[in-house]
């Protein structure tokens, strides 16, 4: 117990300065100065971030796509004469064109492929189902697959939707 004793009177020797705090309400203009700094805090954040993504020093207007070469910026850099950005914009625009082409070529190449693969997997198919099906059978059952055929989400004209499979 005199341990005890002497314990409690080595903790009272020291000064806590906690013990003589009470416990008042916050004030209202305190919590209204830590909401005022938060949210500076991040509008200047977002300020900075905007600021900094991308090319913000570009002169390009906000909400409008800059598509292609800017031809005067490269004309100035390069110290091109009139005639010679002509050319150049003509050269650019027939390689941009060249592989336009090549791109919808092999587009539809792939297209023909596919087709042709899913129509050989649907005759190999045809060929196994008619082995206990009757051809009506078979033609109602491409149908009921057909209409339960989940959707698939795209992002572009969908005409292989309305084509029949």
Same mark, same amino acid.
């Given at each position: ?14 000064d ?63 110290? !091109?004469? %009139?005639? =010679?950005?002509?050319? $150049?914009?003509?050269? *650019?625009?027939?390689?941009?064109? +060249? @592989?336009?082409?090549? /791109? ?7 297209q ?20 206990? !099906?009757? %051809?009506? =059978?078979?033609?109602? $059952?491409?149908?009921? *697959?057909?209409?339960?055929r989940? +959707? @698939?989400?795209?992002? /572009? ?9």
């Open positions: 117990m005199s341990s005890n004793n002497h314990n409690s009177e080595f903790n009272s020797s020291f806590n300065p906690y013990n003589n705090v009470t416990s008042a309400p916050n004030s209202p203009i305190k919590g209204a100065i830590v909401m005022l700094f938060a949210i500076l805090v991040s509008v200047s954040g977002m300020l900075a971030a905007a600021n900094s993504y991308g090319n913000a020093d570009q002169n390009h207007t906000m909400g409008k796509k800059h598509r292609g070469p800017d031809f005067d910026a490269i004309s100035t850099q390069l110290q !091109l004469t %009139e005639d =010679q950005t002509e050319q $150049l914009k003509t050269l *650019l625009k027939s390689h941009h064109e +060249s @592989r336009m082409k090549e /791109r919808q070529s092999q587009q539809q190449k792939r023909g492929e596919h087709q042709a693969k899913r129509e050989s997997h649907k005759q190999a198919l045809d060929a196994e189902l008619s082995g206990f !099906l009757n %051809e009506e =059978q078979i033609t109602d $059952l491409h149908e009921i *697959l057909q209409k339960n989940p +959707s @698939r989400p795209c992002n /572009r004209p969908c005409e292989h939707r309305t084509a029949s499979n």
